[in-house]
């Protein structure tokens, strides 16, 4: 079936069942901590440590043990987010390259190729890289009209922006 543009309408999938599978505790116990330590209490928490300790300081006349405390705690906290924040950031990253999979997948157009391309090798994905840097510069002049559009836009909207508008 054809549209109006003369592109072929892609039918719809009927949704695919992603099966409920009870997470693990770490799985569970990461994404809480995730959540907590990247919010508003994380930082507030974190601050009023720092507060807390330095409040602290003339109590314990600003003895070495006083700052091999906030030394030592800070260097476990930092040692054991860094996982948190990496599994975080696996689990992030693999359900987006699984969104663009399935994009890639959908639009006739693109290069099916393409998927599951993070798999490749640094000097692959380079090469790929290069590629599409090649076919940017040469479109890279039709930006400049848009750019256009919108002063041009912005210029009649308000007197005022006028003055600010960038030549």
């Known amino acids: 079936m ?13 949704p695919m069942t992603i099966p409920f599978v009870k997470r693990d505790i770490f799985t569970r116990c990461a994404a809480w901590a995730t959540r907590v330590t990247g919010g508003r209490i994380g ?11 330095a409040i602290t300081g003339p109590y314990y006349h600003y ?3 006083w700052q091999l ?9 930092t040692f054991l987010m860094v996982f948190l924040i990496q599994n975080a950031q696996n689990r992030e990253s693999k359900a987006i390259h699984l969104k663009l999979d ?7 157009a693109a290069r099916n190729e393409m998927i599951d ?12 890289a290069e590629r599409y840097s090649k076919v940017a510069r040469a479109h890279q002049h039709k930006l ?24």
Not at 2 to 13: E, F, H, L, M, S
Not at 43 to 53: E, N, P, R, S, Y
Not at 69 to 77: A, F, K
Not at 102 to 108: A, M
């Open 63 to 65: 003895s070495s043990t």
């Open 102 to 108: 399935e994009l890639i997948l959908c639009v006739r």
């Open 117 to 128: 391309i993070e798999h490749l090798t640094e000097e692959q994905l380079d090469r790929l």
């Open 43 to 53: 930082f507030l928490t974190a601050l009023g440590a720092v507060i807390l300790w």
């Open 69 to 77: 405390v906030i030394n030592t705690g800070t260097t476990i906290i």
């Open 144 to 167: 400049q009209k848009c750019f256009e559009k919108i002063e041009e836009a912005q210029a009649s909207s308000s007197p005022e922006s006028a003055h600010m508008t960038v030549k």
């Open 2 to 14: 054809a549209t109006d543009n003369g592109v072929q309408a892609i039918k719809p999938r009927s």
